[in-house]
């Protein structure tokens, strides 16, 4: 039987015998978690799934920022720290994608990466603030949330 990080019950439960001087006693050793009902686990996952593809996001606008000020790469512990961040950004990804539809988590991950970017530039870059470029964003956002509302329907 295998529980929910793929480990058989087996290797949950495992019987160690510990030779001391006093003599021979047994541990047993689990996880609460092996317990918890399916629909808490599966919770549990989801949850994760998405809070991998947050941070996944938040660092796409990390990288994206890193890219503007390792001006083409010239600047070495810049363009280190950037790479850095564009790896961590796929691997959260990645994680997200093991739970999550490929076309929900890609969109959000992008949609969180260029709105979250646009809104940064707007206040730290001094780019423009006109209203259409906001009337975007909204619809990005929107996106995203709609995304995220009907993912969690099916």
Known sequence: M???CGLSTRHMLQDRLNETA???YQTVS???STFAPKATR?????STAWFYLILAGICEIGWAFGLKYSEGFTKPTVSIVTVLVMILS????AQAMKSLPLGTAYAIWTGIGAA???ILGMF?????KDVMRI???VMIVAGVVGLKYFAESN
């Open 90 to 93: 796929f691997v959260l990804l």
């Open 116 to 118: 979250g970017t646009a």
């Open 2 to 4: 295998r529980n929910w």
């Open 124 to 128: 730290f870059l001094n780019e423009p």
């Open 135 to 137: 009337l975007c964003l």
């Open 22 to 24: 006093a003599g021979a």
């Open 30 to 32: 689990f996880k609460i």
């Open 42 to 46: 599966r919770y549990n996952t989801m």
